[in-house]
């Protein structure tokens, strides 16, 4: 499974180079734990993991080339000891994380990052910048898929992605989430995630009339045509879809689908419903896209809308009603010696953690328990497993279909209440006394 190049070390920000300089000169590399969490967010109830392979490719093949080096010494602030150091480093640690595809709450690991000090802080960036996007598009893309109650959601989200990285990431988080598909050709090639499309207005106002467009494209592909039908009216359009349609069944071919992109959804779907049923067309699905995001969709199912399935893009892949999640990478223990920050209203858990999941007998979620790396939580699970050994992955990573249905599975479990868009009840975290007490000899 390959990922977009890694682009190098130097994609860091420039304290991190500066820090590491200063503990080089100080002879500072013991190992060191940070801890990467997301802090409590105002619209986000929950989290899906995410990010995590592309994470282990970076570090797998994390060095400093001699372009690099040289281009550091050019800038004139770092010295030519320090610099040879960097020449020679290579990631060596260890790392705990959450799979992806689980969920995870605000202040709890998603993922722990044991290593020389030195490597430890470059790769800061890194990892916020890779799985706070990643994350939040899954999580995001979540929301879509529980808001649509079952029917099918697509990424159409490209084209207004921020770049090309992103574009890519949406693609693969969003199918983890439940998405059937995407409109990303690269991404299908690059993951195997079911490509999907229609048509542009532009190819409908190319012809004559409606009619002559979706013939075109019906004769060049038969088994998957579906119809863009509002470049005019709507209605109109739907009617001109039904005359190919009947065409296509006397070639013995069956039109898939038609799709809107404007208007008032609820009502023209429920026309061209109609239309198209009235027609002997029942078989032909209704495909909707139109600046949709999880609080539309929830308006549509709610209010009787009668599309089969939805594309979703610029809405989903910038996560428009939350564009960041506040993750944080911080130094949790250094040496032999715990750590933490404690800055008023942002203060951390110092020493190497552990989550525990509590559930039912049948699997659904009772709540989590923060604890200690080494101690057991009773009929919990753990849920930070070994990813990383010596700079090493440890075993096969799982395939991305084993992903997506690992993130279904635990999206089942997790209680309505906790799922929903507004006012959803906060799922509940604790901490647990081994923890508690050692915060209290810091």
Known sequence: MSFPEFPG??????????????????????????????????????????????????????????????????????????????????????????????IFFPDEPVMEVTAPLIQAQIIETYLINTVGVASLMATKAARCVHAAAGLPVVDFSLRRTQGRHAGMTVARSSYIAGFSGTSNVLAGKTWGIPISGTMAHSFVTAFESETDAFEAYANLFPNSAVFLIDTYDTLQGARAAVVVGNRMRQKGHVLMGVRLDSGEMIALSQKVRRILDQAGLPEVKIFASSGFDEYALEHLIAGGARIDSFGVGTRMGVSADAPYLDMVYKMVRLGARNVRKVSEGKITLAGEKQVFRDTTADGRFLGDIIGVRDETVNGATALLRPTMEKGRPVGPMPTLEEIRERFARNFERLDQRHKRLEDAERYPVRISERLKEMQKKI
């Open 9 to 102: 070390p130097l994609f860091t920000d420039l304290y991190e180079l500066t820090m590491a300089a200063g503990y080089f000169d100080r002879h500072m590399d013991d190992p060191a734990t940070f801890s990467l969490f997301v802090r409590s967010h105002p619209r986000r109830n929950y989290f899906v993991a995410a990010g995590l392979q592309a994470v282990m490719d970076a570090l797998t093949r994390f060095h400093f080339s001699d372009e690099e080096t040289a281009w550091l010494a050019q800038t004139g602030r770092f010295n030519r000891d320090f610099l040879a150091h960097l020449s020679t480093l290579r990631f060596t640690g260890d790392v705990t994380a959450m799979a992806e595809g689980e």
